[in-house]
């Protein structure tokens, strides 16, 4: 039997998935970070220290910042209560971290309010397999911009 073998024998299930982490910042009493890292696992072999997969702050966060509470909520994962200059970190499943990521990476150069909301509305009603896809198209692609913006102009209706 190749060590090979033995090695994947050994991994457990819940061993066997990806790590995300949700790293919560608050510069200001009004002013809070969002982050989703990847951390090393056994299932991501390639990983040896954590890794942004992607943030947000500011103005286009507000925008979207009770939907993303929502979604936190009902994962129990609590942002209130970090105080000024600390960070907090919580762990995430996989489905909320991809969800999440595609949604920060998408809406973080954007300006337009109304085609924020469409994109934030076309993440939230993608299936998993489909936000997994952008987000790796997004991550390991040569220019990772015009894949998001591929995805902004499929999302965001056109102006007449």
């Given amino acids: 039997m190749s ?3 033995l090695r994947r024998e050994e991994i457990t299930a819940p ?3 990806p790590l995300y982490q949700l790293r919560v910042h608050r510069h200001s009493p009004s002013d809070q970070e969002l982050e989703v890292w990847q951390l090393p696992s056994p299932s991501t072999p390639n990983l040896t220290t954590p890794r942004r997969v992607a943030g947000l702050r500011g103005r286009n966060l507000e925008l979207i910042e009770h939907r993303v509470l929502r979604r936190l ?3 129990k994962v609590d942002t209130t209560g ?3 200059g600390a960070e907090v970190r919580h762990n995430l499943d996989e489905d909320l971290a991809l969800m999440l990521g595609l949604l920060f ?3 973080a150069p954007m300006r337009d309010r109304d085609n924020m909301r469409a994109c934030a509305d076309g993440v939230e009603a993608m299936a998993r397999e489909e936000a997994a896809y952008w987000l790796g198209m ?3 692609r040569k220019n ?3 894949v998001l913006t591929a995805l902004r102009f499929l999302l965001t209706e056109p102006k007449h």
């Fill in 144 to 146: 990772p911009r015009r």
């Fill in 15 to 17: 061993q066997a998935r």
């Fill in 3 to 5: 060590t090979h073998r």
């Fill in 105 to 107: 990476r998408l809406l």
């Fill in 73 to 75: 909520k009902a994962a």
């Fill in 138 to 140: 997004a991550l390991h």
């Fill in 82 to 84: 970090v105080l000024i």
